[in-house]
């Protein structure tokens, strides 16, 4: 029941996107624990950069959530949790907190993990389409960053 969707997406406030818990999580079990999975819905009161979420296990109150705004990103789109457990041949491009300039041969190009990581957890190695040669580590979830999102692929 995914809908295959990358983090800019949720930042652009669209409907029906499963999420979990994200980096800046700050709203103890509101979500119905860890883990815990939901979907974004109409209704938002705030401003840019928060998104309104019904959550799979409480079926009943809702709550907005910062995606963007303050700097926080309290969600992360169900799909982007395969970077953070390593699978590999994840199909991925440049994501919020990307760094690298050209690493990956320019804005839109995309990429596929595979195996080999030297760093530790919250790191993924990517082959990069256009490049096909040079390969980079890079942080989905270390250092509270994530350089990677996740694409159709």
Known sequence: DLIVVDQATL?????GVRVRRGPSWKWGDQDGGP??????????????GWVRVLWDCTLGPVGEYRV?????????VVDQATLLKGKLGVRVRRGPSWKWGDQDGGPGSKGVTIPGKRNGVGWVRVLWDCTLGPVGEYRVGAEG?????????
């Open 35 to 48: 883990g815990s999975k939901g979907v974004t819905i109409p209704g938002k009161r705030n401003g840019v």
């Open 11 to 15: 930042l652009k406030g669209k409907l």
């Open 68 to 76: 963007g705004a303050e700097g926080a990103y309290d969600l992360i």
């Open 145 to 153: 960053a994530y350089d990677l999102i996740v694409v159709d692929q």
